[in-house]
Structure formats: structure tokens, C-alpha cells
């Protein structure tokens, strides 16, 4: 674990000098842009990913593909549009040759493109708020149709004149039907200076320069040479005359990038120095933000990464890292805000230890001495859950006579990201953060039998999947197959064992689980993209005080472990910061009083709220409590609920994320949030229960909570399955469908996963929602998906269809109150 330790005393700091990362305070670089927390294909339907996951984030750019595209079954530009506006998205880059099937796309000639440009145009021009798509005509053009990229002179002249004719073409094209659209490109695989200089001297000269200049850095190398790039570019402009273009890196990163903090850190890094927008590459599945997202609505580590730079406000400020433009090493980016009195630094992408020295620190907005909030966003693998970034260290620190703040962090993972907050003292000392024991275990470090030790991505292999460690072990298929792990606590009771694996089965698969030989309990693996395709199993053990072999050895179907984590079982709390929630309206920040989260207090007006971004292990009831001077009005899933302070309110939860707003006249230091989740007066409803019309019928499944789901439901206006839902009240209540399928649509694509998305109509009350279901890997494995709704105290009928279409295999639904 990292946490923050007071500087030692000159006569005790005899090891050597920990490395230092400088944020310097009166260094401004611009606004915040939020400009690299983008993704092509990030989204795949209306609903996939959830808003509650996606709002937080406020993504300034997605790309995603022209409607009716074949390239992809889903992630149609408009079709997406709606929730990515509907949750304070930026624009929508259209990736146009993506109507196209096969990859690379058919080069079919300029003459077959054109109907497709003007559909495509036509299909933008008339979509709502039209003003935010951004179209990008060609893709990858050094490689695909027009391979610019050749290192022969004379054919490289060719190509690139036949590749300005049609970009004058389409262009023009584009306008003659959209005025005023805005136009992207090269749009480079890579950077080149020799084709940008030619194409931006043509496209000036020729009136067809574009709205948005765009390449893509997708090697580890970039890490390295962005800087260089983006220093040329400018520099082409310049010699050229052209005033600064908006840039966007449509595609950035690999997939040993992809999910990780301390990977995803250099990269943002680097592009919000430079003030650029940027989108993840798409390598894997659409619909989860390049591998941000479990199921629809769960963050894992990159997530919460994300939720941190969103986070940021006011102004960037100049971060100096041990080693600039060095490939995996330590990075970082820093914010001033002096409105909410605030500096905020993000870093990650090395181990051990490292002083965060934090320069100029004001007197004027922080005072003599400051609050420093210390927290790690783990790794938990592209589909492995992570709760609230855990606070490893809550302290106050004097501003030393040269104006210098610094926190030292120790022990830091490389695959970690850390956010250091530093707000005003005030008066009182900050609750020690509660940080249990932790330990990890390598499995290639393990006792193997009859299993293999694979490397996945490493900067050589950039586009392997993250491993920790860069290693897993997988072929455990014999009935032999087993890893030991050898394991050492500090005393006996309760741990949390989190599993990080991967599933190839295509379906759940099972090991079995025993403390140094004894008795045996079954660990079951859901489904995941493929075996390595990192997910995360949680799950607990009872040890006592000492050193003990955990074995976990083949059952059912194959898994392939990557690592072990073992966790002092602790209460689940958290405690949520007023002052670093989302705000609007008329807010002020407090921090005369540093006692509690050390954080001060967000004092709330007239017309303002702060929505805090909340995290449930799973669906459940929780106790919420406000940490306010007065009473508050909380929303949740449609209800608003009176708290009084200080007083506990048992709510419902939906698993993974949950934004709760506050609202009222009040100081509000905290909400804070425990439980594990409580099913105690939930309504409860198997398959078996409903009414099916239609095809819809019963399907035996040993993977069902009771052996049968509903299946063959939809397809027409006849299949219907009826649940009759008694409720206790009348009121706002959140239905949890637990559902499975597993549509794909191959495309033979040479890398993505071409999964689909099912919906459903839900209909109760004289409502009915058209809701979405995401793919969950496989037809055995069951997910669930809460959705909101009204309902009426005593019987109410609740129906689930689809007219046009399969719905999802329906396992069985829950309905709770939303205030228990």
C-alpha cells in the first residue's frame, strides 16, 4: 500500500533520496480541458454504458460509427448520441468508412464511397444537436486505401495526390449538404510529418483544411514521442500560416494500457499538458469505455481513474516527473482551483516511493498549513469491480518557508493511480484513514502443477492484454491442475480474498478452494471476454495467525489466475467528501474545521446540489447518512428522500455505481455509506412465477438461481411474460432484472469482440421504459440490471416484451423500495 508519512527529520533521512515529482502552484497551463478522457467506440447502445456511469465521467469526445455502419453491429453515432448528450457528452466523432463491412475496408473506389458520404451527411445534418458531431472522413489513409505511408518517393507523390483529390471531394461533399459541419483529419495510423505538411499546405490552399486535425499514437513508443509530434505539428501550422487547430488523438493506447491507472495516467498526462482531446482505441468489445466499465454500470480501477480526472477543476499547473517522455515511468497532472481552495494531483506509473513536492503553495488561498488526502485507484482488471478508491492517509502538513508542501508516498504499485488532495487546514485534526492489512500473491510465483506461466503485455508487446506482473498461468485443464499459494497473516479471522482471473470456458467455470488441505468450497468464475480478459472474483476466507497454503485447483471448465489478494476483513464504510463531489448552482467551501474526512465542509444555497458518485458491491440496502449542520433532500433513482443529520437512512442501491443528489440549505462535510448490501424486504420473483405468452416458455439451466429461466421471450406482440408484483406502498421502487444472453454478430474483425445488445420493454403502472441489456458473455451467465420504477401499494402487473426482437433470457427479477 502507499500512504502519506510526515517528512522524517534531517538527522533520520539517511537512505537515499526518494524520486520527486514537482507540481508547481503558480505554473499555469490553461483551464482544464478534460479533453483525453474520450473512447472510440466507448459506447454501443442507448444505455450501454449505464448514465449513472456515464455522466460522471464528462467525456468531451467519443468516436463512433457512421449509422447503419457494418463495420461493427452497434455503436451507431446517432443512435449513442442520445445518451452521451443526454449525460453532458462533448461530440461524437463519425467514423465514416466504418460503413463499410470488412476491415481493412473494401476499396471499392471514390465512386462507390460518395452515395454512402451524402447518406451519412444527410443522416448528421438532420440528427438533434447535429452542431456536436464531428465528421471524419477517412481512416488510417498511410495504410488503407491510399498507403501514404510508403517510403518510396515517387509513389508516396501518387498516392498522396489521389488522396487530396478525393479529400477535396468528400469534403465538399460533406458541405454542400451540411454547411456547417466540422471536419476531422488526416487521421493517421500514426504520425507523419511528411504527410501533414503536404496536407495541410494543400488543404490551406485549396480551402479544404480541416476543423480538427487527427492522428493516432497507439505504440508504447508514444509515450516517448508524442511531445516531439505535437511540438512538429504546431510548428507545420506556424511555418504554414495557420492558426492553431483543435487536435484530437482519436486513438491512443494499447491494450496493456487500457484498465489500468497507472498506465492510463501517462497518457492523460501528456495530452492534457498539451491540451488536446484524445479517445482510448478499441480493441476489445464496445459498449464499457475501452475496457473502463464492468457490465454497464460497475467501475473498475480505470473508472474510477476517470472519475478523478473529472474531478479536476480550475486550472492545470506544471508537473515536473523524474523522467519527462520516458515510457513507463512516473507521470502525472495537477489542477489549481483557488474558488474551492483546492490543488489536486494525479500520478501513477511506477513503484516504490516518491515525494509529491508541491511548490508555491499561496498563503492567500491555503494558509499556513493544508490537508493532504492520499488515495490509490488499485488495477482490478478490465472486468474486475472496484469500490470507492480507498484514502491510505489523511494529514496535516505546514507550508514550509519556501512555499513547499511535500508527501511522501510509499510503497506505491505501478499499476496504481494516486490522487494527493490538498485543501486549508482549519482547525482540529483529520480522522486517521483506516487502511486494513493487505498482502498480493503472484500465481507465476506460486507452486504450480500442470499449468503454464504465459507473458501478456509488456512495452514489447504492447497490445497484450494487462497481466499483473506482466504474467498469469493459464492451460490448467488437467484434473492435476492446481496453484499453491503460500500465504502469511498477521492474526487470525476474517480476509477478503479478491481473485484476479480469466475465464475461457464460455461458460461459469469452477475451482476448488482449501486452507492447507482441508476442507473444500467451490469458487465460481462468471464468463469473461476471453482468458485474458482480466476479471476479479471476491469472495472470503477464515485463517488464523501465521503462514498457510491456499490452493486453488481445477473443477469445472478452465480459469487462468493472475494474482491473489488477501484483505483484513473490515466493516464496509466510506465516507464521501462534500467538497470534491460534483456541484452547481451557488456553492461555498468551509475549511475552518479539519476534524473528519480533514476536507472541509460544501455549503449549499439556493437552486445548488452536489451529486456524489456512490458505490455498491452489490444490490442491496445500505445506510446513507449526512454529515450536514441541517436537513438535506437526497435523490436517488427517482425518490427524494428528507435527511435529518447525522441520522442513518436505509436506501437501495443498484450494484456498481449510484449518483446521489443533495440538495438544501446546509454545511454538508460528508455522506457517509455502509452495509454490505441487506436483501431484507426485497421482493423476490423467480421465472417460474410469470405468466408467459407467446413463444416465452420455461428452459431448464443448471446456472439459474432455480433451474429454469425464461426463454424465447419477444419477437412478436404475443410474447409477454407477466410477473404480479404486491406492494407493500405506494412509491418509487428499482426493479432488478437478472437476465442473460449472448448475441454476437461475427464479423471475422480481426481484434474486436462483435458482442450485441438485447432490449426489453418494461411495463408496469401505465409506463412502459425501453431498457437495455448488454451481452453477458456467455448464455449461462446472468447479470443484473436495476431499472426504476412506480408502483401502486398491492397488486401491480409487470410486464416484460419486445415486439421486434428477442428479448434477454429472463432468470428472475427483485423488486425493492428504494427507501427500506
Known sequence: MAGFLPAAPAAEAQEAAAPRITVDLAAPEGKVKLGANGALYGLSDDGVPSDAILAPLKVTTISQKAEGGAQHPNGDAVTVSKSFFRNGGGDVLVMMQDIYAKWPYEDLGIADYLPKVDKIAKDVANAPNSQHFVYVPFNEPDQIWYNLGTANQAQYEVNRDRFFKDWKTVYQRIRAIDPDARIAGPNESSYHTRLLTDFLTFAKRENVLPEVTTWHELGSNSLRDFQGHFNNYRSIEKNLGIKPLEVNINEYANRRDLSVPGQLVQWVSMFERNKVYADQAYWDAAGNLDGNVVRTNIPNGGWWFFRWYAGMTGQTVKVTPPQANTIDTLQGLASLDPARKQAQVLLGGSSGDTDVVVQHVDPKIFGRSVTATVAEAAWSGYEGQHAAPRVLSRAKAT?????????????????????????????????????????????????????????????????????????????????????????????????????????????????????????????????????????????????????????????????????????????????????????????????????????????????????????????????????????????????????????????????????????????????????????????????????????????????????????????????????????????KYVLVVHYGHNDRRDNGHAYNTDIMSRTADVAVGGVTKKVTFKNTWSWDDYWTLGVPVELKGGANTLTLSNATAWAPNIDRIEVAPVRG
Not at 527 to 539: C, F, G, I, P, V
Open 399 to 731: 507550508v514550509a518557508a519556501d512555499g513547499t508542501v511535500t508527501v511522501p508516498l510509499k510503497g506505491m504499485k505501478q499499476m496504481s493511480a494516486y490522487r494527493v488532495v490538498l485543501t486549508p487546514a482549519g482547525y482540529g485534526t483529520p480522522a486517521a484513514a483506516a487502511v486494513p492489512w493487505s498482502a498480493s500473491y503472484e500465481a507465476e510465483s506460486a507452486e504450480i502443477t500442470d499449468g503454464t506461466v504465459y507473458t501478456q503485455g509488456t512495452v514489447s508487446n504492447a497490445n497484450g492484454y494487462a497481466a499483473s506482473g506482466t504474467k498469469d498461468v493459464g492451460s490448467l485443464k488437467l484434473a492435476s491442475s492446481k496453484v499453491d499459494f503460500t500465504v502469511s497473516v498477521p492474526s487470525t479471522g476474517t480476509y477478503d480474498l479478491a481473485v484476479l482471473y480469466g475465464n475461457q470456458s464460455g461458460a461459469p467455470s469452477t475451482q476448488k478452494l482449501s486452507v492447507d488441505g482441508g476442507a473444500v468450497t467451490t469458487v465460481s468464475y462468471p464468463s469473461t471476454e476471453n482468458w485474458l480478459y482480466r476479471a476479479k472474483k471476491d469472495l472470503t476466507v477464515q485463517l488464523t495467525a501465521g503462514t498457510h497454503t491456499l490452493t486453488l485447483a481445477k473443477d469445472t471448465g478452465e480459469a487462468t489466475l493472475d494474482r491473489i489478494d488477501l484483505t483484513a476483513h473490515t466493516t464496509p464504510f466510506t465516507a464521501y467528501e462534500a467538497t470534491l463531489a460534483d456541484v452547481s448552482g451557488r456553492v461555498s467551501y468551509d475549511y475552518g474545521n479539519a476534524t473528519g474526512t480533514g476536507t472541509g465542509a460544501l455549503v449549499l444555497g439556493t437552486g445548488s446540489k452536489a451529486i456524489f458518485d456512490v458505490y455498491a458491491p452489490r444490490d442491496g440496502y445500505f445506510t446513507v447518512t449526512s454529515r450536514a449542520s441541517a436537513a438535506l433532500q437526497l435523490s436517488l433513482h427517482g425518490e427524494r428522500v428528507a435527511a435529518a443529520p447525522n441520522k442513518a437512512l436505509r436506501l437501495y442501491l443498484v450494484a456498481g455505481n449510484n449518483r446521489i443528489t443533495a440538495t438544501g440549505h446546509a454545511s454538508l462535510r460528508a455522506l457517509d455509506v455502509a452495509g454490505s448490501g441487506s436483501t431484507s424486504g426485497t421482493l423476490a420473483y423467480e421465472g417460474a412465477q410469470a405468466q408467459l405468452e407467446g413463444e416465452a416458455r420455461l428452459v431448464d439451466s443448471a446456472h439459474a438461481s432455480a433451474g429454469t429461466y425464461i426463454g424465447w421471450l419477444g419477437n412478436s406482440a404475443a410474447g409477454k411474460a407477466t410477473f404480479t408484483v404486491d406492494a407493500p406502498r405506494t412509491g
